[in-house]
């Protein structure tokens, strides 16, 4: 069957938008007026401070599209700026899109990424409110811009963990990374000869979890129900190791970390090892999981203890110590930011 | 004398923000904390509501390196933003910035890029309060988010023309465009000859009017000392026709200007006559001038009427009608989007 191909130049900007667009529609009280003007109009929420975030994705450099459905990477890019705002322990509200493609890219493609759009919109209760649709000579360029609130008191910055504090991360590590790893290979397999089955079976959740990452606004909900208040919150998109240390740099102290107590999923156990890869460095320096990272007072653990969206993998210590991880074998090392990625 | 070129990859992502941002101080008390966070946060403006835009520049599309100073073209990006904030009749606030740029751009060229966002900075009391910033295969993309402010009752939208309503610009039109040619012949030149020296004396307004356009802030601030409350309004980006039928078609309503009434410079004038274009041409469908259009009550005439930087160019008429434009000659012809761009 015969794909349909619709040129951007044959519908023009103004009438491109308003096709995109016209399955949004607000969701949020605070909404006031969404897309059609020169900026959107919102209500604030009532007594709680703004929070504001952009992520931008480029093509060649985030994304792949041998391997990322459009619809994904559509979900993703509004994921990955509502994890900011979740990781500043607020609720996300409203966000515009500023959207850079190249004639490679039909109507059809654009429908794909905004129906991921409007997927996350849905999933988060968030509202699209405008951006901007442009030309570019070569590739994609998604950049997204995210807004929030939450009441001043609960607002959880990277810079106050105090010592002693428990660190807790949600969820598990290293997924998506392995994820990326078998959509690598399968790439090459597929350039190595073209005509083969891609063997994704059995992948299912790490590739979920690199492809569909989710916002763990659910967290930020959870915390608030258990009434514990992060010291100091941050989300893991560079990985837990790089995480750590911006957490320990914004706050001048240092953590101490258990490599037993890091939650990896047996999905991701199997496909590191099956790639000759240790898990617990998956875990480390494995980025995009987006969990989050956080902070609580000792006196919160009996309110955390054994929830099984959240593990305390240690404790902040003295500034003057080294960020370490207690391995598995009774010794410990020192944390590096492996996962950092330069610019 | 040999200019610095550092590479982008001697720094790598955190150390080149934290360079690049190092001069950038919150003037706005509602800034509570700018980059350094997973996300900004804010103390919104009590008792108003929130506005919100977003703007992409492109290279190779909105900008060619060839002849835009980086500083100039910062400054731009914030500017083409905070004049949407403008066009809503709000104050802007603070602002975020994506950047995607190659390894072609030295940190010594980003630096240049980002003295012209502080510059815009300091010259509108906004605030840079974070963004992204991530390399790209080829190329450069900036993409800003602005925020701004305004009571519920002074927003002004593109849809509340009402029949018999003034119509007025601020400023005059068509220099931006003026600039770009004389940009362009020069760059022809160059490019054929490229020890000449450009010719760019007698060209000082029309080429600041394209390189360093200005938000009209003052305006909003002049209306509200007026007690002028725009019944609608629209800032003017891609040309004064393509923004009335903007405006024409959101409200349901036509207009009537007359080409007497343009306001055109006499640089633009000499500029125009030079290049062999019309003068009413240039000010019609010339884009970038980032003047605001919008309409008043026919009971504020007076409040405005001999402004030196407010033109009353025509007035809505009834819906059935056309958008015309009076001819000086005492025709008449009909209105068209020539400035509006394809994506």
Known sequence: MEQQRTELSALGEFTLIKHLTQYFLPKNEGTIRDAGDDAAVMQPMEGKQLVMTTDMLVEGVHFDLMYT???????????????DICAMNATPTQFTVGLAVSNK???????????GILAACDAYGVDMVGGDTTTIPTGCVISITAIGYANKEDIALRSTVKEGDLLVVSG??????MGLQVLEREKEVFKSAPTAQPSLENYD??????LKPEARLDIVQLLAKLEVKPTAMIDISDGLSSEIL???????????????????????????????????TCALNGGEDYELLFTVSQNDFEKIKGNPNLSIIG?????????????????????????????
Not at 205 to 210: K, N, S, T
């Open 69 to 83: 459905p459009l619809k994904h990477l559509g979900y993703k890019s509004v994921v990955v700026n509502l994890s």
């Open 205 to 210: 959740y790490i590739l979920a979890r690199q």
């Open 172 to 177: 598990d590590l290293g997924g998506a990374y």
């Open 315 to 343: 404790h902040a210590t003295e500034k003057a110590g080294e960020n370490l991880l207690m391995t598995i074998g009774g010794g410990s090392v020192k944390l590096s930011a492996q996962g950092w990625k330069t610019l």
């Open 246 to 280: 911006h957490l320990a740099e914004e706050s001048e102290c240092t953590f101490a970390i258990y490599e037993d107590k890091l939650p990896i999923a047996p999905e991701t156990r199997d496909a590191a090892k099956e790639h000759n890869i240790d898990p617990t």
């Open 105 to 115: 890219y039909s109507v059809e493609a654009l429908e794909e990424l905004y129906s």
